[in-house]
């Protein structure tokens, strides 16, 4: 259960994008997540490699910066311990501090590499949403103001995840929303292809820092990455792929360092679907009285722009939301959080899903069990390590806050007596 962007179509344009085009070659647009500027040389080592794709490709150059990894964290954590429900506006102004910090850094590299970049802010960037101030709808993307900043400069640098809304306001798109903004630039200017980078090898049937036995997916089609997201699978932005098949955009999925070969990453676009498992590592677990309440809450989490996972258990009816997002709780009043517990999903390639709820300290361990039954091991196969799932804060990222103390444990709740698998389509009323 997700929001959807809004269905404007302009005439000869991609719905959701403004008529215009970029005069001559197609700009490249390129997004780095936060895992590229884990330190400082992360900023100089995207910089070289931005430098040499421009003058390879003899195009101007979008690219869209994530904070540094760990910065938006820690902003929301200060945040949180500020105040319980803030204000959209307010909460947006602070969450989007990270993305303007990594424009500034870059542009800075580029320029000691000796490549004129040009940072922009959200308002630069022509992509307009509606909705609640972190966590906004973009609606529509023209290309007029960045298409003009690319005929002065030859590289726009310009902040993943914002947009400005009817007053001119910058708003956040919700968490880990680079993606969105990244391909929604990438319509507008008429670009075919848009290339997000990350700490993983492309799109995998599991998260590889858990599951290590996971596969890297050569083709996915649209469909299959956008279920994949919906699920909670941290693979591409669920809005991206809805603006990305709209349009045309074909999305490439890559590691960060990127040796440029032709194999590697994941192309999403034509291709099949993948079976894969999804641990909702960054999700609550709260259990309903009633489908009906479950469906109410749902619902209003929806409106508010989050997305939910409704599943069941034998005798429960469950609702997985991202853990800490504001305002959850006052939607969940006739709820029943199952601390201790986490969701773990199976994704089918013939369009089922299987959910089950384990201990998360046990979660890795189911991930990697029910991998191997889609995916069965060679007999001879030694096991793989499992990688530490942790994944690494860059020193910097307290550069906006200050050095972070850590938060006290809060208590588990009994867990849940029964932690079945049930497919999703037996739902309990």
């Known amino acids: 259960m997700t929001a959807r962007p809004a269905p404007g179509v302009t005439a000869g344009t991609a719905p959701g994008v403004s008529a215009g085009s970029v005069p001559g070659a197609r700009?490249?647009?390129?997004?780095?997540?936060?895992?590229?500027?884990?330190?400082?040389?992360?900023?100089?080592?995207?910089?070289?490699?931005?430098?040499?794709?421009?003058?390879?490709?003899?195009?101007?150059?979008?690219?869209?910066?994530?904070?540094?990894?760990?910065?938006?964290?820690?902003?929301?954590?200060?945040?949180?311990?500020?105040?319980?429900?803030?204000?959209?506006?307010?909460?947006?102004?602070l969450l989007t501090a990270g993305e303007?910090?990594?424009?500034?850094?870059?542009?800075?590299?580029l320029d000691a590499e000796g490549v004129p970049g040009c940072p922009l802010p959200a308002a630069a960037t022509g992509l307009l949403a509606r909705g609640p101030g972190d966590r906004a709808e973009l609606i529509s993307a023209s290309p007029g103001a960045l298409a003009g900043a690319l005929a002065d400069c030859p590289v726009a640098v310009v902040p993943g995840g914002q947009a400005v809304d009817a007053a001119g306001r910058t708003v956040m798109l919700g968490r880990n929303s680079s993606d969105l903004s990244a391909v929604a630039t990438a319509a507008s200017l008429g670009a075919d292809t848009c290339e997000l980078f990350s700490d993983v090898p492309g799109v995998c049937t599991a998260d590889p820092h858990l599951v290590p036995e996971a596969r890297t997916l050569a083709r996915i089609s649209y469909e299959g990455v956008r279920r994949m997201s919906r699920h909670g699978a941290k693979v591409v932005h669920e809005g991206a792929v809805d603006w990305a098949e709209r349009a045309g955009v074909r999305v490439l999925c890559r590691p960060f360092p990127w040796s440029?070969?032709?194999?590697?990453?994941?192309?999403?676009?034509?291709?099949?679907?993948?079976?894969?498992?999804?641990?909702?590592?960054?999700s609550d677990v709260w259990c309903?009285?009633?489908?009906?309440?479950?469906?109410?809450?749902?619902?209003?989490?929806?409106?508010?722009?989050?997305?939910?996972?409704?599943?069941?258990?034998?005798?429960?009816?469950?609702?997985?939301?991202?853990?800490?997002?504001?305002?959850?709780?006052?939607?969940?009043?006739?709820?029943?959080l199952l601390g201790g517990l986490c969701l773990v999903t199976t994704l089918r390639a013939d369009g089922r899903a299987e959910h089950t709820l384990v201990p998360r300290a046990e979660a890795a361990a189911e991930a990697r069990r029910r991998h191997g039954l889609l995916y069965p091991a060679a007999p001879d196969t030694p096991a793989a390590a499992v990688h530490p799932p942790a994944k690494p804060r860059s020193p910097h990222s307290d550069v906006l806050v200050g050095a972070a103390s850590a938060p006290a444990p809060l208590a588990d709740p009994a867990p849940l007596s029964v932690p079945l698998s049930v497919p999703e389509d037996d739902c309990p009323d």
């Open 27 to 93: 700009p490249l647009v390129l997004k780095f997540g936060g895992s590229a500027f884990a330190d400082l040389d992360g900023y100089r080592r995207v910089a070289r490699y931005a430098a040499r794709r421009r003058a390879e490709a003899g195009r101007p150059l979008v690219v869209v910066v994530s904070a540094m990894s760990g910065t938006t964290g820690r902003l929301q954590q200060t945040l949180d311990a500020l105040a319980a429900d803030p204000p959209a506006r307010a909460a947006a102004m």
């Open 100 to 109: 303007t910090v990594s424009v500034a850094l870059l542009a800075a590299a």
């Open 260 to 282: 440029g070969g032709p194999k590697g990453g994941t192309a999403v676009g034509t291709g099949p679907a993948a079976a894969a498992v999804v641990v909702h590592k960054d």
């Open 288 to 336: 309903f009285r009633s489908g009906r309440e479950r469906r109410s809450a749902g619902g209003r989490l929806v409106a508010e722009g989050l997305t939910v996972t409704e599943f069941d258990t034998a005798s429960e009816v469950c609702l997985a939301v991202p853990a800490g997002a504001r305002g959850t709780a006052r939607h969940m009043r006739t709820a029943r």
